[in-house]
């Protein structure tokens, strides 16, 4: 089992940068996978950014360019740095681990963090 506790998140301009933090309960080297995914009010949880345990990085096209992905393993803790935000990036933001049992993946998911983009 994997508890995830996220923090960072907040009201920024547009334009702005925001990082948010993810520290996982146990060691992230134990994680097939992180990543980051987003849900803005009516609308479905979407894909922000992934990061495998081989450090494969995949990112939406929406957030590419400005979203970084990266993780401190010393601290069990994966990061999502936000930069030149935009009003759309406005959504509450959660981090995701999926650990490998056997053949079956389980899915972990932290509290969520809003982000408003707004001037």
């Known amino acids: 089992q994997v508890q995830l506790v996220e923090s960072g998140g907040g009201l920024v301009q547009p334009g702005g940068s925001l990082r948010l933090s993810c520290a996982a309960s146990?060691?992230?080297?134990?994680?097939?996978?992180m990543g980051w995914y987003r849900q803005a009010p009516g609308k479905q949880r979407e894909l922000v950014a992934t990061l495998t345990v081989n450090e494969t990085t995949n990112y939406s096209d929406s957030v590419k360019g400005r979203f970084t992905i990266s993780t401190d393993n010393a601290k069990n803790t994966m990061y999502l740095q936000m930069n030149s935000l935009k009003p759309e990036d406005t959504a509450v933001y959660y981090c995701?681990?999926?650990?490998?049992?056997?053949?079956?993946?389980?899915?972990?998911w932290g509290q969520g963090s809003q982000v408003t983009v707004s001037s």
């Open positions: 995701n681990a999926k650990v490998l049992v056997g053949t079956v993946i389980l899915n972990y």
């Open positions: 146990r060691s992230i080297f134990s994680i097939a996978a």
